[in-house]
């Protein structure tokens, strides 16, 4: 049985000071049987790691360098992640496909580098809007996690979560209905059973990309859905834990 997860990603948003309350409101009151993690930037990890100092709730980072250490201007490593107390780095968001280039090979490196590091890498795969149109959403997603399989071998689903985020649902409103995402998680664990059956049973499939209070809980009530990656709605406190709620309420039915 595969345990309800709930991550927020926190962008480039937050202050010192805003991002311990939020992380404060979070951790007083995490829902039971969901596994809760917050992705705050690498700068406010210190902040966030002693708000949440004694509770379920972990901590995550945005990203993380393919490389242990080096010259590599402006990158951090899972390593250091680690240090600051990180369990999770979120790898290959579409924010760092699209905006940063970085490209299917580059990705499933880094999210190496998290598995070596003893971190779980919350892998981002999804289509564009203009792939959904030419049905090509199956293909995209096999291709971005094939990158993985290349990389890693065997080992690609070890320590992982998989986030399947349409980029045309990503903080525009514009949700996935609860079919399309889980004809499409379907779709994600038969792929991986095709590569590791024991893998494709337990990887935590997340979905992300405007998921909110309002409609989490059909999401999460599909087979393979087994719970969010969450942007906008994870910075306020009420609508995160609600989420997380709806993600526990998933289990018991
Ligand atoms: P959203 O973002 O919930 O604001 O759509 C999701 C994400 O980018 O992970």
Known sequence: MRSPFVAGNWKL???????????????????????????PVSLHLSEVAQAIAGSSVKLGAQNACAAEAGAYTGEVSSTM?????????????????????????????????VQ????????CIGESLQER????????VERQL??????????AFENTVVAYEPVWAIGTGKTASPEQAQAVHAHIRQYIAGHN????????????????????ADLFAN?????????GAALKSKDFLAICDAASRSQDS
């Open 13 to 39: 948003n937050g202050s010192r000071s805003s991002v311990s309350s939020l992380a404060s409101e979070i951790a007083s009151a995490p829902a039971s049987n969901v596994e809760v993690v917050i992705c």
């Open 146 to 155: 094939n990158a993985l399989i290349d990389v890693s071998g065997d080992q």
């Open 197 to 216: 059956a024991d893998a494709a049973d337990a990887v935590q499939i997340l979905y992300g990309g405007s998921v909110n209070a309002g409609n989490a």
């Open 133 to 140: 149109e030419s049905d090509q959403t199956f293909s995209v």
């Open 81 to 113: 992640l680690a240090e600051y107390g990180c369990e999770f780095v979120i790898v290959g968001h579409s924010e760092r496909r699209t905006l940063f280039g970085e490209t299917d090979s580059q990705c499933a490196e880094r999210h190496a580098a």
């Open 116 to 123: 070596r590091a003893g971190l779980t890498s919350i892998f």
């Open 223 to 231: 087979a393979d859905i087994d719970g969010g990656l969450i942007g």
